[in-house]
Structures are given as structure tokens and as C-alpha cells.
């Protein structure tokens, strides 16, 4: 079975443009993550979905960054006007359930650099 | 609210020597503990996880940890290294309770010479 898929892998955009990045998580899994791994850090939460419910979005930096999972599969996470700071990995991740003890299956990232 | 703190940015060890990854955690509640491998240009993988019984617990690829709530620590070991075990490693605390997202360390480096 396939695992979580990211794209683009890498997207170059200017600053002051618009950016979506693409997630499919393993299918039927309930729990939808996005982190953001600066460069030499540890991933940090942006927001999390259960099934196509948007739960906690605390982790998003500003009112640019919108996320959207509405089939409760595929999920989005879109950049307004981007900035040089937003440029990280974007790290999805998936869990069968909603219990604190389930992995998290972690998609390849999508690098984004702002220029 | 939970933390980790993950002490030593870079590890070197030579090829069959001890592997030492420290890791201390704050948690108000009984911690979910996790380590994570990244591979240059990779996701993150699933070494082990500890959430309760047992507190040594054994992953993938030889490694294992041990959760010490004394000491609130969580350190990663493999007693012997292999050059495929140079990667970036994060341990982790699932917030419990408020999504259960997960709270990363700053990563450890591991570098393995022959």
C-alpha cells in the first residue's frame, strides 16, 4: 500500500505569491498533521484534521497559511502572499486513529524556498 | 505543557561502536514518547515509541530506548553502529489531550565513520 504523498516536492515562488501544497494521506486514515521543519529544527505543528474537521489550527504563524480537507481524505495547505520566512519543509502526516499512542506516518515534505 | 529537549546537535561514532542519543522530556501527564529518523530528503520514520508497560522498548534496526520517568529522560541506543545509521534523528512527546500532535526535539545529528 502506497504511503503519504506530498506535491510538489519542491516549489520555488516569489515572494508576494500564492503557494498550495498537496497531501494524500494513507487511505482511511482518520488524522491529518501539517508541520513545518525550518532549516536544522525539529518539525512544529501547524494544524491538525480529523476526517474533514480542522480541530486545532494554533500552529498556523499567520493569517496567510489556510488549510482545507474537505472530503476528509486529500488535504491542502495554501500560503498567501508568501514571505521569505515561510520557506521550510511542509511535513504531512497521517494516523489511523485519534489516540496519542498511533504513529503518525510522515509524507516526504514539500521544500518551499521564497525568493 | 509538554517538551523535549534533545542535548548534542552531532554525534560521531566510529562503525561498530555504542550509539548514545539523549533525549529529556516535561510532560504534566504521563508522557507517549517517540524517536523519528530522517534520511537526507525524507519523511520522518517510526524508530520505536513508548506509551505504557514495558519501559525498554525495541525498534527497528537494532535501536532501542528506555523510558526512565526519574530521570524524565528517553535516550536512544544501538550498541553497535552501522554506516547506514548516519541520519538525523528527533525524539518526540505526543501533546495528550489537546490533538496529540506531536512536540519535536531539535534533532541529532549521527555521523558514523568506518
Known amino acids: 500500500g502506497a504511503g503519504v504523498s506530498q506535491s510538489p516536492r519542491y516549489k520555488v515562488a516569489k515572494r508576494g505569491q500564492d503557494v498550495a501544497l498537496r497531501c494524500d494521506p494513507i487511505s482511511g486514515h482518520v488524522s491529518l498533521f501539517w508541520y513545518q521543519q525550518a532549516l536544522g529544527q525539529g518539525p512544529e505543528f501547524l494544524t491538525y484534521f480529523q476526517n474533514e474537521a480542522q480541530l486545532d489550527k494554533s500552529g498556523l504563524p499567520s493569517d496567510r497559511f489556510f488549510a482545507e480537507r474537505p472530503e476528509g481524505s486529500v488535504s491542502t495547505l495554501k500560503i498567501q502572499r508568501t514571505q521569505q520566512e515561510d520557506s521550510a519543509v511542509y511535513l504531512c502526516?497521517?494516523?489511523?486513529?485519534?489516540?496519542?499512542?498511533?504513529?503518525?506516518?510522515f509524507g516526504p515534505g514539500t521544500r518551499l524556498t521564497v525568493t | 505543557a509538554q517538551s523535549v529537549t534533545q542535548l548534542g546537535s552531532h554525534v560521531s561514532v566510529s562503525e561498530g561502536a555504542l550509539v548514545l542519543l539523549r533525549c529529556n522530556y516535561s510532560s504534566s501527564v504521563p508522557p507517549y514518547l517517540f524517536w523519528y529518523v530522517q534520511y537526507p530528503n525524507q519523511g520522518l520514520q517510526l524508530l520505536l515509541k513508548?506509551?505504557?508497560?514495558?519501559?525498554l522498548v525495541k525498534g527497528i534496526n537494532g535501536f532501542e530506548a528506555e523510558f526512565k520517568k526519574s530521570e524524565t529522560s528517553f535516550h536512544l541506543t544501538k550498541p553497535s553502529a552501522h554506516m547506514s545509521d548516519a541520519a538525523e534523528y528527533f525524539c518526540?512527546?505526543?501533546?495528550?489531550?489537546?490533538?496529540?500532535?506531536?512536540?519535536f526535539g531539535t534533532g541529532t545529528r549521527l555521523q558514523v565513520f568506518p
Open positions: 518526540a512527546v505526543s501533546d495528550l489531550g489537546n490533538t496529540d500532535k506531536l512536540i
Open positions: 513508548y506509551t505504557t508497560g514495558a519501559t
Open positions: 502526516a497521517s494516523s489511523a486513529d485519534r489516540t496519542g499512542a498511533d504513529e503518525q506516518y
